[in-house]
């Protein structure tokens, strides 16, 4: 059998996985990142207080918007 037929993959387990290396950074990781970029720490407890967060996001918006 060839080594990329479908039957063979499915056979063998070995559909679908990924090879070596760093895995792809998710959803959560940007938004991490731009809060860290905004100077935001501990922001899961401030996620939490909601008058807080509504600060947070409303300082984000204005320093998206820029100049």
């Known amino acids: 059998m060839n080594k990329t037929r479908s039957a063979k993959k499915i056979f063998r387990g070995k559909l679908g996985q990924r090879g070596r290396g760093q895995p792809r950074l998710g959803w959560i990781n940007d938004v991490e990142d731009e809060l860290r970029k905004l100077g935001v720490k501990r922001w899961k407890t401030k996620a939490l207080e909601r008058e807080e967060w509504a600060s947070i996001i409303k300082k984000a918006k204005a ?4 100049p």
């Open 63 to 66: 320093k998206l918007k820029g």
